[in-house]
């Protein structure tokens, strides 16, 4: 009788970890159109954002969240990392032309902007410099 529950109990376990592995097929299927016909662009052509800032030195990129606006920035040959080889650099934030902080990384958040407009200024500075390298400004609308 001991025999009987064991090997049941095997079974139970070897069925429940055989279904674990069963992955559905997709609903759809993209089929291949074979009318479409290749062309040659004469120039290279940007594939994404990333690739069309790779020519930007300072290139910014912000979205709003509720009263916060969340910003990354892609900074050519400057590092914000203490253990970089590059250049060190740090970002001087205005908010409506008042300096508002000092930011030493590549993407920070704006909490809690009051509702309307706002002139958002990024100044990078590179090294141990005063003035500041390479300058963005853009416009956020709070809701």
């Known amino acids: 009788m ?36 290749a062309v040659k662009a004469e120039q290279p052509v940007p594939v994404s954002g990333v690739e069309s800032s790779a020519r930007d030195p300072f290139f910014v990129r912000h979205q709003i969240k509720g009263k916060d606006v969340l910003i990354e920035c892609i900074v050519q040959d400057v590092s914000f990392r203490k253990q970089s080889s590059k250049e ?12 508002k902080d000092e930011i030493h990384s590549a993407a920070f958040i704006i909490k809690g902007l009051p509702s309307g ?18 300058k963005r400004d853009f416009l956020v609308v709070i809701p």
């Open 2 to 37: 001991k025999r009987q529950i064991y090997f049941f109990i095997l079974l139970v376990i070897f069925v429940l970890a055989a279904c674990q592995k069963d992955i559905p097929e997709p609903e759809t299927k993209a089929e291949a159109n074979p009318a479409v016909n």
């Open 117 to 134: 407009k706002h002139r958002i200024g990024l100044e990078l500075v590179k090294g141990d410099r005063a003035e500041a390298s390479l």
């Open 88 to 99: 060190k650099g740090k970002i001087i934030l205005y908010v409506n032309g008042k300096k």
